[in-house]
């Protein structure tokens, strides 16, 4: 379980961009964190993740094994000269496995093994986060966090990943919390949602959600 009670954050200097924000994520939960961009979506999974400190309240956690997919374009470029099995190699290493072989099923289960020996910043957007998502597993997680997983990928790696990620929560029970802004795979695949707005936050359904804050503004992929 996560536990927020009454967070606030303010960068120096700056004024609060979360204020009193109370949130509770149980075991086996979907939660996807929606709201408008500059809301603090990010810097609430910073906060969580521990990459932040809050400037009031606490946070617990007690999960035992976190793991965290980025945005594939924050985090890789065409500049960036490493392989795909490098990089699983990578945190094979921090994870202080000797077993090479799990870079191989890693991949094999995201069914991306062929693309190993390509550069990571070489692959499409949809490519990329498979590989991403393949080393967060390597940790074998019972809590992953995602920040906004369709950034960048077609609509057709986006039918793929979604059920994916369901897949985990559903029937590895993998609890899921992910900044989305894609509100069409939210609704359909979240138990519940996090609104973040005007520096609080609070939970509701995916259906009420819709339905009060962007029905009218929905475009025709599903994002507002």
């Known amino acids: 379980m996560i536990s927020l009670e009454k967070v606030s954050f303010a960068y120096e200097h700056g004024p609060y961009l979360l204020q009193d924000v109370t949130m509770t994520v149980q075991d086996g939960d979907y939660i996807?964190?929606?709201?408008?961009?500059g809301s603090g979506k990010s810097t609430l999974i910073k906060l969580?993740?521990?990459?932040?400190?809050?400037?009031?309240g606490t946070i617990s956690?007690?999960?035992r094994r976190c793991a965290y997919v980025p945005q594939r374009f924050e985090t890789l470029n065409s500049?960036?000269?490493?392989t795909v099995y490098e990089v699983l190699n990578c945190q094979r290493r921090i994870l202080g496995y000797k077993d090479k072989d799990i870079i191989r099923r890693s991949l094999e289960q995201m069914n991306v093994y062929e693309l190993?020996?390509?550069?990571?910043?070489?692959?499409s957007g949809g490519q990329c986060q498979k590989v991403l998502i393949a080393?967060?597993?390597?940790?074998?997680?019972?809590?992953?966090?995602?920040d906004e997983p369709s950034t960048g990928i077609d609509v057709k790696s986006q039918m793929e990943l979604y059920p994916f990620i369901r897949h985990l929560n559903q029937d590895r029970g993998v609890t899921v919390l992910t900044v989305e802004h894609n509100l069409k795979f939210a609704a359909k695949n979240s138990t519940k949602m996090f609104h973040v707005v005007n520096g609080g936050g609070h939970f509701c359904s995916p259906e009420d959600y819709i339905r009060e804050y962007v029905s009218?503004?929905?475009?025709?992929d599903g994002n507002v």
């Open 32 to 37: 996807s964190v929606v709201g408008e961009n």
């Open 48 to 56: 969580i993740l521990g990459l932040l400190s809050p400037s009031r």
């Open 61 to 63: 956690n007690t999960f």
């Open 79 to 82: 500049q960036f000269p490493i």
């Open 116 to 123: 190993k020996d390509q550069l990571i910043g070489n692959l």
């Open 135 to 146: 080393r967060a597993l390597m940790g074998e997680p019972d809590l992953l966090i995602f």
């Open 216 to 220: 009218d503004n929905m475009g025709r």
